[in-house]
């Protein structure tokens, strides 16, 4: 069966970077598309963008062009997402998804287990 | 960006209960729209997309409908464990916005 592993919590200073990983098991990892959502706390849920692996296309929401790097290594079935010059408002929890349909990056079927990211000065 | 609105944001509902979400969205988005559900601490779950077609494993007590640019989720028949927030999600434009939640609580 499909499982999304993502890497453990993190705790960062303003201004600094993250990366958090994804690693697919069960599945065919590069034929699918893979979005990242975050989740502030007790807050609702924000789409950042998606890589479809087997061609790198990636698809960044605007808000976080030029903050948000989503990468994926179709050799190891994982998918990055870095996120720099961060914010307190950047504190939430980070999934991973993967999409049921590559080509439209649509319908997250499968999903991590959530990383939390704390930010503070 | 497309804008989805959510109605209730907030439902108190009892086992056994026809319960009804509305999601609204700012502009067309054709039949790109899914439906989750999450608990506390946990991932979402898919439980429909395209509307109407519900994902594998999910109970049929559970449907979708569109009606132009109003969509409705339908639980017929409220189970313990549907005790949770539901969101929509389009796919018709990026960013692939979220409805703000609807959290079904127990009456």
């Known amino acids: 069966q499909v499982q999304l592993v993502q890497s453990g919590s993190e705790v960062k200073r303003t201004g600094s970077s993250v990366r958090v990983s994804c690693t697919a098991s069960?599945?065919?990892?590069?034929?699918?598309?893979f979005s990242w959502v975050r989740q502030a706390p007790g807050q609702g849920l924000e789409w950042m963008g998606a890589?479809?692996?087997?061609?790198?296309?990636?698809n960044y929401a605007q808000k976080f062009q030029g903050r948000v790097t989503i990468s994926a290594d179709v050799s190891t079935s994982t998918s990055y997402m870095a996120l720099s010059s961060l914010r307190s408002e950047d504190t939430a929890v980070y999934y991973c998804?993967?999409?049921?349909?590559?080509?439209?990056?649509?319908?997250?079927?499968?999903w991590g287990q959530g990383t939390l990211v704390t930010v503070s000065s | 960006d497309i804008q989805l609105t959510q109605s209730p944001s907030f439902l108190s509902a009892s086992v056994g209960d026809r319960v009804t979400i509305t999601c609204r969205a700012s502009q067309g988005i054709r039949s790109y729209l899914a439906w989750y559900q999450q608990k506390p601490g946990k991932a979402p779950k898919l439980l429909i997309y395209a509307v109407s077609t519900l994902q594998s494993g999910v109970p049929s007590r559970f449907s979708g409908s569109e009606s132009g640019t109003e969509f409705t989720l339908t639980i017929s028949g409220l189970q313990p464990e549907d005790f949770a927030t539901y969101y929509c999600q389009q796919f018709h434009n990026s960013p692939f916005t979220f409805g703000p939640g609807t959290k079904v609580d127990i009456k």
């Open positions: 998804a993967r999409s049921i349909e590559m080509a439209t990056m649509a319908n997250f079927d499968y």
């Open positions: 069960g599945g065919t990892f590069s034929t699918y598309a």
């Open positions: 890589i479809i692996p087997i061609t790198a296309t990636t």
